[in-house]
């Protein structure tokens, strides 16, 4: 068989596609690396996951940390998540789905979510959305886990 005949093939038009929709994933994910960064801890005096976010929140990487804290959260059996938002530089709507479907998770659990230190732009977005009646918003983690004890008591 000649070399032509195989490239006017379905068969190499699949390899084709499936190569370069491979290799578009590899550069997406270097520039999801590139943008987004997180670091996550476990604090188990109180049952909590610390996710530092450093870059930009948007779809991708919102993605990211929902993975990321599920599994955590299944292995460490936390209840409760903060999120440190000093280094986000960027937020969109999908930071906040986000946020409001840990909320979910960490509620059906009987736990809280906590957003400390966020700059202007991302506390202005959650103003807006009215995530603050839904999560604790402060300035520092410690000010937030103190608010979470007045709000849970027991959970903390």
């Known amino acids: 068989m000649s070399d032509t005949f195989f490239r006017s093939t379905k068969a ?22 590139i943008r987004f960064k997180m670091e996550v801890t476990y604090i188990p005096k ?29 292995r460490t059996s936390a209840i409760n998540i903060a999120f440190d938002f000093g280094s986000v530089t960027f937020m969109d709507s999908s930071g906040i789905g986000m946020i409001i479907g840990r909320y979910k998770t960490a509620s059906s659990l009987g736990g809280s ?19 603050s009646r839904l999560v604790i918003i402060s300035d520092t983690m410690q000010k937030g886990i103190t608010a979470m004890k007045k709000l849970r008591g027991v959970n903390v």
């Open 12 to 33: 190499y038009k699949f390899h084709q596609r499936t190569f370069i929709s491979v290799r578009r994933k590899m550069v997406l994910e270097a520039l999801e690396r």
């Open 46 to 74: 109180h049952r909590l996951i610390l996710v530092r976010v450093t870059g930009e929140i948007d779809h991708h990487s919102a993605e990211s940390i929902r993975r990321v804290t599920e599994k955590e959260i299944r």
């Open 113 to 131: 979510v906590i957003v400390f230190d966020a700059n202007e732009q991302v506390m202005r977005l959650m103003d807006m959305s009215g995530l």
